[in-house]
T-cell receptor, first 114, second 113 residues
Framework: DQQVKQNSPSLSVQEGRISILNCDYT??????FLWYKKYPAEGPTFLIS?????DKNEDGRFTVFLNKSAKHLSLHIVPSQPGDSAVYFC?????????????FGKGTKLTVNP | DSGVTQTPKHLITATGQRVTLRCSPR?????VYWYQQSLDQGLQFLIQ???????AKGNILERFSAQQFPDLHSELNLSSLELGDSALYFC????????????FGPGTRLTVL
């Protein structure tokens, strides 16, 4: 049973336009959400996070939106750059019990075309 | 460079064998996490250690075990290997507080033939 779902395996956008990556989750106990970016032959790199008490978090070109009622979050990249081409993983965790284990989606491969 | 190192980078072995993957966390980090990424799968959490003690367990097989040593490096032992164990194995580390970011190493690619 996949608790974190990224239904789009891939996304292609033009440089300068907006990239929107989507993520759905099923476990209502999740209270912290993260996006990681992964280049080939490297480990995932933390990008941005959001607590369940917020509905938006912004960091430069990256904004994460959280819709708790829909159990949905999205990552917006504006403007998209060719260097943003990577696999993006959505992850979620619950901080109850002091455990920080992350539950990851399968990833969305973003290609930004020059 | 995340500061987390993993060795070896690649490992090729045969079914039934046993291997050990090694992880050195970032300086000062007390928590180490192990994840498995199989083909077309997201990262699956295996196990977490904090300052030498097991803190959380995921879907780790009984054939797999891990430990964290006094110098805080960690090893993941995989035994009686099967073809399906072929995957990327990532280690991550964090200072250990619940809201701390996990920093990932470059991974070890295990191929079981």
């Amino acid at each position: 049973d996949q608790q974190v779902k990224q239904n789009s395996p891939s996304l292609s956008v033009q440089e300068g336009r907006i990239s929107i990556l989507n993520c759905d989750y099923t476990n209502s106990m999740f209270d912290y959400f993260l996006w990681y970016k992964k280049y080939p032959a490297e480990g995932p790199t933390f990008l941005i996070s959001i607590s369940s008490i917020k509905d938006k978090n912004e960091d430069g070109r990256f904004t994460v939106f959280l819709n708790k009622s829909a159990k949905h979050l999205s990552l917006h990249i504006v403007p998209s750059q060719p260097g943003d081409s990577a696999v993006y993983f959505c992850a979620a965790s619950t901080h109850q019990g002091g455990s920080e284990k992350l539950v990851f989606g399968k990833g969305t491969k973003l290609t930004v075309n020059p | 460079d995340s500061g987390v190192t993993q060795t070896p980078k690649h490992l090729i072995t045969a079914t039934g064998q046993r291997v050990t993957l090694r992880c050195s966390p970032r300086s000062g980090d007390l928590s180490v996490y192990w994840y498995q990424q199989s083909l077309d799968q997201g990262l699956q959490f295996l196990i977490q250690y904090y300052n030498g003690e097991e803190r959380a367990k995921g879907n780790i097989l009984e054939r797999f075990s891990a430990q964290q040593f006094p110098d805080l490096h960690s090893e993941l032992n995989l035994s009686s290997l099967e073809l399906g164990d072929s995957a990327l194995y990532f280690c991550a580390s964090s200072p250990g507080r619940v809201t701390d970011t996990q920093y990932f190493g470059p991974g070890t690619r295990l191929t079981v033939l």
